[in-house]
């Protein structure tokens, strides 16, 4: 959807700006300037509401299958390790929505897909507007105009992984309270790119709903999870997010991040 709204976007710029080549450099008046702002407005409000309205759709489609997932998943992976079956209720529909609808900071993904392509349009514009200001070569604004689409295409991306993170945690999190967990342990990935928030919480061990919340409560794109303890149970092994020689992420005995840094060397 990006790539074929970037070439309409693109084919009409093109089109609008053909008439005003003189000797190979582009020569626009401050008149006609506004002219053709006014009719590039047109295609970018066009081809915002377009990508919007399929992010829209894609990510709740992907929300919703996360949530249900998420949550079978959540109740099978504790009744593995028990003798007796669980009592598994089933996911309604009125709580897959609210975990799809969940706001974040008062807002909606809805909110921040609309605020994505606001974003694009007004760096596109500004960017056309500049070029017919100093006279850039359109093929120059072409390929200016593709980063933009591309920094917004990354940002969607983003956003989409963010949600999926926040709508497994919180399917999870129903899955605990159903089946009565007490406590839970914040468990965040070992390799350099961990934030020094999940860093500090890495092995610590909370009252259920007493936790971080991933990722309202930490950040976007947080690898970290949450898992459910009982009495008695310590962790024993943990995996490293660091290839060794031989090309495998070895499996060490458990260490919280703090600890493994010093064990490693690592600053």
Not at 57 to 80: F, G, P
Not at 158 to 176: C, K, M, S, W
Not at 198 to 206: A, L, P
Not at 232 to 246: A, C, F, L, Y
């Amino acid at each position: 959807m990006f790539n074929l709204s970037l070439k309409t976007v693109q084919k009409d710029i093109n089109n609008l700006l053909m008439g005003y080549m003189v000797d190979g450099q582009l020569q626009v008046s401050k008149k006609d300037r506004y002219k053709l702002l006014k009719q590039l407005d047109k295609t970018l409000l066009k081809q915002a509401k377009v990508m919007g309205n399929k992010d829209i759709e894609v990510t709740t489609k992907i929300l919703n299958d996360t949530a249900v997932e998420s949550y079978y998943r959540t109740n099978y992976l504790l009744e593995a390790g028990l003798d007796n079956p669980l009592k598994i209720s089933k996911l309604k529909e009125n709580q897959i929505k609210a975990l799809v609808n969940t706001p974040i900071k008062e807002e909606m993904f809805g909110d921040r897909i609309w605020k994505n392509k606001e974003k694009l349009v007004k760096q596109v514009r500004h960017s056309v507007e500049q070029a017919l200001i100093k006279g850039t070569d359109p093929k120059k604004l072409a390929r200016e105009v593709k980063r933009i689409f591309g920094v917004t295409a990354y940002e969607s991306q983003r956003l989409i992984n963010n949600e999926v993170a926040r709508v497994t945690r919180q399917a999870q999190d129903i899955a605990y309270e159903q089946q009565g967990v007490k406590k839970v342990m914040f468990d965040a990935t070992l390799d350099k790119k961990t934030s020094k928030f999940c860093r500090e919480h890495d092995g610590k061990v909370y009252n259920f709903g007493d936790h971080p919340k991933i990722p309202e409560e930490t950040h976007v794109q947080c690898r970290s999870d949450i898992i459910p303890i009982v009495d008695g149970w310590t962790p024993k092994k943990k995996r490293e997010n660091i290839k060794n020689e031989d090309g495998v992420k070895p499996v060490i005995d458990y260490s919280n991040y703090d600890d493994w840094m010093k064990h490693k060397g690592f600053n």
